[in-house]
């Protein structure tokens, strides 16, 4: 057919060919979306001229775009954050490498190796290895938590074992209580179960207790997603009493704890008080540990605890969602939980990370005044106030012309959110890294406070 | 207060002690689900003598069981099945170690960890290592497939590739095509998301394309999922004619077309076709390709390849999932690929399992001339019609007290569930165990068969 031609009407078509108005419809459908005709209203489908014809991989793309997905739009986000041009990464809450003991893990894992390369050939059950398991529950004994491995699931990470919990216990409407602000990653996977997010503040003995209270009254609670030790993003630590007062409180509401203890192995001074699980006699408590933090990031792998029919259910929901757990990792960090030398070298660990601590907030201390912010007893976060003019995401957008990254405080709140905060990790980056930054911070703060034309949303010119 | 003494009514002991109505209620629930008071209706809550107090272990499990859960009731079963005292089992299609070449994936592993220790300290990004995911688009170009790193997301393994299409592109009601039978495991995925499956019986040459385009009229599909080469659980390979019939099917009803080929270098004679993604020409087809199968299942990675948009949500959608697959499972599945032994390895894979079809075979050949089946041209499994007076589910109900099991045809039925056929693994057990494996599940099938009473399960005992 030539350009300009009349195609014949959907009706004619379907009957000429025996075929059925839906097919017809749907061919048309898709010469006009790969730009071949054109309709007009009223008029009918005529053969479009070549060089109208739109370029395939727009077109391509542009399908692409019509496909509607499940995924929060808050996480899609930032994923298409420019990223690629950073240098100087203040935002992600990993420890670099060179704080970590890399000599150790790789004796361990060629040794893990070496003694049994058979298991190399096979596969984990979806709750994972026994002998996993084992030296996670031995561990956990220094934790003050008498767990059985049968207790124990290996989960692909922390953050795998919050999306596991949230798959199997949280629908649609189902209340789930959080910390204000709170680890950005939880958000999103409640979020995208459909959950409502009823959001308590953080004291600086943790989770306000009296306000969780009063709301258990008005809501029924599902779920309570708690960071309680070294908190992410505050640093703050839920004091025994609390830790106790949470127990009880879900056991008169029947609502489950998820208790995420990615930090407490990382403390500066004193040894935080045991995990709110091991105050739990009746199972309201789920405990997650992950152990990229302190053992090696690169096997990326944890362990939840529950008990019952909780765990029956967690362990069913696995099996559909990856069929557990890689057996080669779950054999690495048992056999690191079981080095002599862990105690050594989480002791260096901290040791590190405490002066990493000390050198970030003396930065914090020459660059302003009038920043707030607490010095950090634990993890490798600290949480920062900025000054009353200044806006955290106008802040980002200047530091990321700058290369320079930050979490913005706003990820961090499920609902209502401040604009003043700012978390930064004093421990992805290799020391003379963790300087330049913050004296790139501390120089685009100042700048922005001292303005007098203050800025705000409305006049930034990105906006 | 004493055995028998009536409690306050809620009214009344709220307004006592200045607290909520609910506070008050929730109480007493407590108290009658711990045992300790009882509730007549109409006279109001007393006080229980002590030795009518359940037992609190019983208690503990029955707040579990109240927590209502999303988990799909298809997998919670079959996670609850007696699956200890099995010493046959033809049921997993796994590889068994014996026929893997474990001393060749320890010399890579070692390698690879010795090459590169730091790595032991990194994590990978939510994408895929690029090291990884280059191994892989050098790998595909044997197969075949031209994709680039960019185009590649490095998945723990083909379960989590299938969980995570569907957890990103569908919801509730959406229609999701399936082959009947097809892999059970997918089965459970996509009922889990509420969607709706519509299956599609499967022919000698792979799907019945006829019966496709006709649902496509009816349906508005928004996802094939397809397991055209030695398809899990038939055995059978799509034809090249219908794999291109297939992607101008997706491209005219716009659904998405997800591949999952974890089988297709485990060709017995002919190599089988190129994969539907290499007629690809407008991103409809999502391949998924697994290597637990042939490289070492103990790491657990696959890959993922897709285009565009659908790959952008697909890794947002991961790093909410769990913050992509771990550094170093990533980094020996890569060092495996790019191995000069690659090639020699999957030869004599190849030839064992041939041989190993071929006695499973000859084993059933012998069994009776009642059964109906193929001899398998690749993969690790063979699909059984069993004579008409033999109950699958019956049969291996028989099985279990003999300590076989196999996987019920059932099972890999999305909707309606024919009770005539079987799975058996030839792979997953050493020689010896198949031999004898196979003689017991013949045995039963023979005694079964012959008994003139026919058991059906109505008079079956146990159900």
Known sequence: MKHGEKLPSVRQLSKELGVSLVTVQKAYQQLQQRGYVESFQGKGIFVKSTNQKEDVDDLHTSWHMLVPDYVPRAQSLSISQPMRNIRYNLGTASIHGNLLHTEWMKKTAMQVIEEN????????????????RKAVSDYLQSKQLSIAPEHILAVSGAQQGIELVAKTFIGPNDVVLMEAPTYPGSIDIFKSRGA???????????????????????????LLYINPTFQN???????????????????????????????????????????????????????????????????????????????????????????????????????????????????????????????????????????????????????????QNVHADLLL?????????????????????PNQYIRISFAGLPLDGLKQSMKILCDTINSLS????QYSLENYPIF
Not at 120 to 129: I, K, V
Not at 398 to 417: I, R
Not at 450 to 453: E, G, L, Y
């Open 117 to 132: 390369p058979h298991m190399l050939g096979q596969s984990s059950s979806a709750n994972g290895d026994l002998e996993f």
């Open 196 to 222: 409502q997010i009823i959001p308590i503040p953080v004291e600086q003995d943790g989770i306000d207790t009296k306000m969780l209270l009063k709301l258990c009254d008005q809501y029924h609670p599902k």
């Open 233 to 387: 993003p505050t640093g703050t630590t839920l004091s025994v009493k609390k830790r106790k007062e949470l127990v009880d409180i879900a056991e008169s509401y029947h609502f489950l704890i998820l208790e995420d203890d990615p930090w407490s192995e990382l403390y500066f001074e004193e040894k935080p008080p045991a995990p709110i699980k091991s105050f739990d006699t009746s199972g309201h408590v789920i405990y997650l540990k992950g152990f990229s933090k302190f053992l090696s990031p690169s096997c990326r792998i944890g362990a939840l605890v529950a008990e019952g029919p909780l765990l029956e259910k967690l362990v069913a929901a696995r099996s559909i969602s990856d069929l557990g757990s890689p057996l080669l990792t779950q054999k690495i960090i048992a056999g690191l939980l079981q080095s002599k030398e862990l105690n050594k070298v989480l002791q260096n660990l901290r040791t590190d990370l405490k002066n990493r601590a000390k050198q970030c907030v003396q930065l914090l201390h020459q660059c302003s005044s009038l920043l707030t912010y607490r010095s950090p007893s634990g993890g490798n976060t600290v949480w920062v106030k900025l000054p």
């Open 397 to 417: 957008e200047y530091c990321h012309t700058k290369q320079l990254t930050f979490l913005p405080g706003s990820a961090c709140f499920p609902t209502h959110v």
């Open 450 to 453: 001292s303005t007098r034309n």
